[in-house]
């Protein structure tokens, strides 16, 4: 059976469309009436949703309790589709009809494992579906009048440092194939996220009146405040500067890029194979990439984090220093001890 490799939605006259394209080539469309629809429609398609069965008489389930959780608190959610995805694993892993007060510490042992081998999902990825469980068990005791439930393990200890970024020859090899087969917006798409370092959502806001070609900027905007870095204004490296002139549309309140970021990781990611690149999450790690690059040109956590649009302590998993990192501090304490 084939899988699902993206869902899109896009908006057309007479409503929403969802455009579900499966590995094997084939593609469906799914029509919606509204953007929250769609993109619930969506989730579905990519989780693989099951039909659900109906409930045990008398015990609070954990399908009851999915219920619950998305009317009450995901379903308003600015990342309700997240929460979708993660909860309809939940639901296949631990079984529609089984009673909350039997998802113990063993059973989630058990589901952190499948997620690990099965998966290879991330300590953090991990986290985000514990929480999910966690929802659940308040919904139990909220809704189902559950007044006991087990305690769940702990979560993960995360590992924010990245070993993995893209190798001066791995971009020279992508940017060379893109080339000839003649993905010109692939490759512009691709030498922007490696120079600027931010993130394709990012890309993905900005429409053309927000790059100043005569200044040579762009500025990237933040949809919801939060604890980190609002709005900013970098100036555009020449390669970039370039591959903008190139992408920009005639009219200024088009989007600057459009492409869909699920369809650029594809062509990346068969741009990785064909060249016989290690592994690497082609868009995430550009990110690591352009960190990486100004790390080792030795600027400083605060001045990185200020050009990623992060907060400082977040530059550690983006920045692989060289070995010698510390000499200039060795050296400069050497110093004053000479001139005492």
Known sequence: MADVISANISQRKTGWVVNVMYDNGKRKQLSAKTKQEASLRA?????????????????????????????????????????????????????????????????????????????GNSPSTINHKFSSVRVMQEMAITHGRVKNLPRLPKNLKLNNHRD????????????????LIGRFDVLRYFIFLIEMGCRPVEMRRNKAFDYDLEKGTVTFFKKINDNKTGNRTLPLTPLALDAVREQMPPMKTARMWPQEMTAMAFQLEKTVDKCGIEPIR?????????????????????????????????????????????????????RLRVAA
């Open 43 to 119: 989730a579905k398609e990519m989780a693989g949703e099951q039909p659900i069965a109906e409930p045990v008489k008398g015990q609070y389930t954990v399908k009851q309790a999915f219920e619950d959780a998305w009317e009450y608190q995901w379903k308003d959610a600015s990342a309700s589709k997240t929460h979708w995805i993660y909860a309809q694993q939940v639901l296949k892993f631990f079984g529609l009809n089984t009673p909350m007060e039997e998802v113990d510490a063993g059973l989630m042992l058990e589901f952190k494992k499948y997620l690990q081998e099965t998966r």
């Open 282 to 334: 082609v868009l995430k790690d550009t990110r690591h990439t352009c960190g990486t690059r100004l790390g080792r040109s030795g600027l400083s956590a605060i001045q990185i984090a200020a050009w990623l649009g992060n907060s400082p302590a977040m530059c550690e998993r983006y920045v692989h220093l060289p070995h010698d990192q510390h000499a200039e501090c060795y050296e400069a304490l050497t």
């Open 164 to 179: 993995r970024y893209w190798r001066d020859f791995e971009i020279k090899k992508a940017c060379d194939y893109l080339q």
